[in-house]
């Protein structure tokens, strides 16, 4: 948590996780894609996957597949293959 506060991405995006999943902490969905968003706002990859996974399907924020797509974008120019598989999927099926 410290490292988190102190704006280590990696930890913002680890935090975001243990907020997603109840582990170590109460479960927030809320509370997750708010720290997913400050390590994706840094380039983290896997918090830009899973901040996109959460506008997707509205976990933590409201619905909003456009702003999903914008996240998978940016993970996915990354490598990431999780973001690459969820981008194709939304462009196949005119999503965001």
């Not at 999943?21 to 400050?38: D, I, M, Y």
């Amino acid at each position: 948590r410290l490292a988190a506060d102190q704006g280590v991405a990696g930890a913002q995006a680890f935090l975001g996780n243990c907020y997603g999943k109840g582990a170590g902490v109460e479960q927030n969905h809320t509370e997750a894609s708010r720290w997913f968003r400050l390590a994706a706002d840094q380039g983290h990859a896997n918090a830009q996957y899973n901040l996109g996974v959460d506008y997707y399907n509205g976990t933590g924020v409201d619905v909003d597949h456009t702003e999903a797509v914008r996240w998978f974008r940016l993970a996915a120019s990354q490598g990431h293959a999780g973001a690459q598989f969820n981008l194709g999927g939304c462009y196949k099926n005119g999503t965001g």
